[in-house]
């Protein structure tokens, strides 16, 4: 799930397109088909991009229109995305590494190891952070050339990766806690209970919002990790994503998507 500064995009595992919808009233812009089994999304200021799980690519959409612009070559089993100003990087969850690739033409810049079925991909401004659900921990990668700067233990599963500006954010999918890393230096700032099983998670400027895939969602204060409330949404919430005013859900097992 994804905001392009007037859309929110949202990727159909199912049906391999992606949704844009208004994100003033959720009127729907447009269905546009990508590769098999889409995963994420992710915009780079002009352009969506778009995880294609079952064909090993990404897809390139003009946010404006959907058109097409190209795929191209990931490795096995693409599912996170991310966009550091200039690049696009891709976790590979068959592959144990992730993919840099230059936005403006899709060339390949480089296959990075990282840890085990990588899951999600992030940007803190600097650096890049790989969620590895497979080996329990996130690797830290500089931006700029992909070399390994660590590797901070997370807790079961971790699975989505936000940044607040200080910190980085690990929802743990086997673990029902998020646990708060130092993105200055992955020390453990701590671990938080929220819903059953969470998956995506989205900064909202103070707060986290986390999905759980008990049909809700966790709030939780950024600065200290309290509970601020949670609020029902539709079947099997995965995706979540901040307009600058709302939050959205996207859910998987109703084929919906809440706003909040």
């Given amino acids: 799930m994804a905001f392009d500064g007037a859309s929110i995009w949202i990727a159909n595992t ?4 992606v949704m844009k919808l208004d ?3 959720g009127s729907s812009l447009g269905t546009f088909t990508v590769g098999s089994h889409p995963q ?6 002009a352009n969506i991009w778009v995880t294609n799980q079952g064909s090993g690519n990404v897809s390139k959409l003009r946010a404006s229109d959907g058109a097409n612009l190209g795929s191209f070559a990931a490795g096995l089993n693409p599912v996170g995305v991310a966009f550091d100003g200039t690049n696009i990087w891709v976790a590979n969850n068959g592959a144990n590494n992730v993919t840099k690739l230059r936005a403006s033409d899709g060339s390949n810049l480089g296959t990075f190891p990282v840890g085990t079925h990588p899951q999600s991909v992030m940007f803190d401004g600097t650096n890049i952070w790989v969620a590895n659900t497979g080996s329990n921990n ?3 990668l500089r ?3 992909g070399s390994n700067l660590g590797t901070f233990a997370a807790g079961p599963g971790p699975w989505g990766l936000a940044f607040d500006g200080a910190n980085i954010w690990v929802t743990n999918f086997n673990s029902s806690k998020v646990t708060k890393l130092a993105a200055s230096n992955g020390a453990l700032l701590g671990n938080f209970a929220v819903g059953s099983q969470p998956e995506g998670v989205a900064f909202d400027g103070a707060n986290l919002w986390v999905a759980n895939s008990n049909n809700t969602v966790t709030e939780l204060r950024a ?3 309290t509970n601020l409330g949670t609020f ?6 995965v995706g979540v994503a901040f307009d600058g005013a709302n939050i959205w859900v996207a859910n998987r097992l109703s084929n919906t998507v809440s706003k909040l």
Avoid: H, I, L, Y
């Fill in 23 to 25: 994100a003033s009233d």
């Fill in 40 to 45: 994420a999304v992710a915009f780079d200021g």
């Fill in 223 to 225: 600065s200290d990790g």
């Fill in 14 to 17: 199912g049906s391999n397109s």
């Fill in 232 to 237: 029902a949404v539709g079947g099997g919430p």
């Fill in 143 to 145: 931006a700029s050339d």
């Fill in 138 to 140: 996130v690797t830290e």
